[in-house]
């Protein structure tokens, strides 16, 4: 078994034990329903996004991608890819596989920080449970302070990696990557 599975299983069998001491086999059943109702409704997702992930694989060519860097390549780039991660829908469990799916179409590592960076600290869907929830004022403020941390971050790992793109920041142990052979 893999070790996240164990990690989950474990807190799963002692959850589903101190319910069965408080309210017995119905409040076990109780919770088995609320997982299945949600098992469900997740699984329309994810099956949803890796038809995106798919579509988006065979859309978007090593070609596209190229062009597309050499127009917004930089600071455009970077600004681009926070913003594109900030209006991204879903969770990890979406876009992560979403960004997976530039594997091999030689994306620059700066952008899929820019991109990772973007999506968990601006996440625009979540501004107006914000407002509602906390205060409009407070959600401005919280969206100002942090508006600058993806492109820093963005620019610092343009800096730190330059012209790296994600399969050679990824390589397995033992594979030998030739852009570091033209970069020494």
Known sequence: ???????????TVIFTMIAFMVGGSSLVSEGFNISIH?????????LASFVLV????VLITKEIINKWLQRFSGLKGIIIGAIA????PGGPYIYYPFIRGFEGKGLPFYILVTFI????????SRIPMEMSLIDSRITLIRNLITLPIPIIVG?????VYQ??????????AGEND???DRDS
């Open 117 to 124: 960076f973007g999506k968990g600290v601006y996440d625009f």
């Open 54 to 57: 798919g579509q988006i694989q």
């Open 85 to 88: 991660g900030g209006l991204f």
């Open 178 to 180: 030739v852009s570091d």
């Open 38 to 46: 949600i098992g469900i409704q997740s699984a329309m997702m994810l």
């Open 1 to 11: 078994m893999k070790k996240s599975l164990i990690i989950i299983l474990i807190p």
């Open 163 to 172: 012209n790296r793109t994600i399969e050679n920041i990824f390589l397995k």
């Open 155 to 159: 620019m610092l790992a343009k800096r």
